[in-house]
């Protein structure tokens, strides 16, 4: 977050919450700008399916894979709701390759 800011010389904004209007949950998105949203996931605390299989149960957020994914997309719904559009980073893929990530980010943002 701070890198991308940096590149596009703008300062960190909060977090941006919405509250969905089906269900009550609170969102609270990593990376918002205009209406744009950048989700950064770590494959841990969001059990990448790349990594994980849906029975997974992550011990920390009492939850198996499948119901943090179906938490996931409900966030991400909420946004396109609300009329952002939404960019979903994992953790694994920015490690792969952090410039071309970067870069990812940056052409999100702007076009």
Request: charged share 30%; proline share 2%; with cysteine.
């Amino acid at each position: 977050k701070t890198i991308i800011c940096n590149k596009l010389n703008i300062t960190i904004p909060k977090k941006q919450r919405y509250i969905s209007n089906t269900n009550g949950e609170h969102y609270s998105y990593d990376l918002t700008i205009d209406h744009k949203i950048i989700e950064f996931n770590g494959d841990y605390w969001h059990c990448n399916p790349m990594i994980y299989k849906c029975d997974y149960f992550n011990k920390n957020k009492q939850k198996t894979a499948y119901e943090i994914w179906e938490y996931d997309k409900r966030k991400i719904k909420c946004a396109e709701l609300h009329g952002y559009k939404v960019l979903t980073i994992w953790e694994s893929e920015y490690n792969k390759d952090k410039e071309g990530i970067i870069k990812k980010c940056i052409d999100f943002l702007l076009n």
